[in-house]
């Protein structure tokens, strides 16, 4: 499945403690929180609340989070986070154990991308699609590129038809 494909180019392993911050009912949670748990096995941590998500993140210090765009933006801004080393920003904020950060996005984030992995953690962008049952694009971990969305992953295919809309196979 694209899930088992994704948790592949992560490099998840049932060591792993997961932490989606998506939407409740989403596709790109349900294959973080079921497709991925039952074929990895690892632990999955979820916030109880929007407003204690923040908190809990850093009880939980997940090996692997998942996130939109604009989650990892606010995550940045938290005042807690600011003017700190990079070791003491992610310790602050619960990522001192992260191995992988997944922000999905529908357009290259340059400038998120790379403050992040300034500071040291590994966030990729990722791109997906209700349709193809969530992750199409991802980076491996040697291989991220902040202003693109990643390759395809094994066994998706990507072409554009006539009208410029993207077509996905998988």
Same mark, same amino acid.
């Given at each position: 499945?694209?899930?088992?494909?994704?948790?592949?180019?992560?490099?998840?392993?049932?060591?792993?403690?997961?932490?989606?911050?998506?939407?409740?009912?989403?596709?790109?949670?349900?294959?973080?929180?079921?497709?991925?748990?039952?074929?990895?096995?690892?632990?999955?941590?979820?916030?109880?609340?929007?407003?204690?998500?923040?908190?809990?993140?850093?009880?939980?210090?997940?090996?692997?989070?998942?996130?939109?765009?604009?989650?990892?933006?606010?995550?940045?801004?938290?005042?807690?986070?600011?003017?700190?080393?990079?070791?003491?920003?992610?310790?602050? %904020?619960?990522?001192?154990?992260?191995?992988?950060? %997944?922000?999905?996005?529908?357009?290259?984030?340059?400038?998120?991308?790379?403050?992040?992995?300034?500071?040291?953690?590994?966030?990729?962008?990722?791109?997906?699609?209700?349709?193809?049952?969530?992750?199409?694009?991802?980076?491996?971990?040697?291989?991220?590129?902040?202003?693109?969305?990643?390759?395809?992953?094994?066994?998706?295919? %990507?072409?554009?038809?006539?009208?410029?809309? %993207?077509?996905?196979?998988?």
């Amino acid at each position: 499945t694209v899930g088992e494909k994704a948790a592949e180019v992560c490099g998840l392993t049932v060591k792993h403690a997961a932490m989606p911050v998506m939407p409740m009912g989403s596709v790109a949670d349900y294959v973080v929180s079921c497709v991925q748990h039952l074929t990895v096995g690892y632990r999955l941590d979820m916030a109880a609340s929007a407003g204690r998500i923040f908190a809990d993140l850093h009880d939980a210090e997940p090996r692997y989070l998942c996130g939109s765009k604009d989650f990892f933006v606010h995550l940045a801004q938290q005042p807690l986070a600011q003017g700190r080393t990079n070791r003491a920003w992610r310790r602050c %904020l619960g990522l001192n154990r992260l191995d992988c950060a %997944l922000a999905f996005v529908n357009e290259p984030v340059t400038d998120v991308v790379d403050s992040y992995r300034n500071m040291g953690v590994d966030l990729r962008p990722v791109f997906g699609a209700v349709e193809a049952g969530s992750f199409v694009t991802m980076q491996a971990k040697d291989d991220v590129q902040a202003e693109t969305l990643g390759k395809p992953l094994p066994g998706v295919e %990507l072409k554009a038809d006539k009208s410029d809309q %993207l077509l996905v196979k998988t």
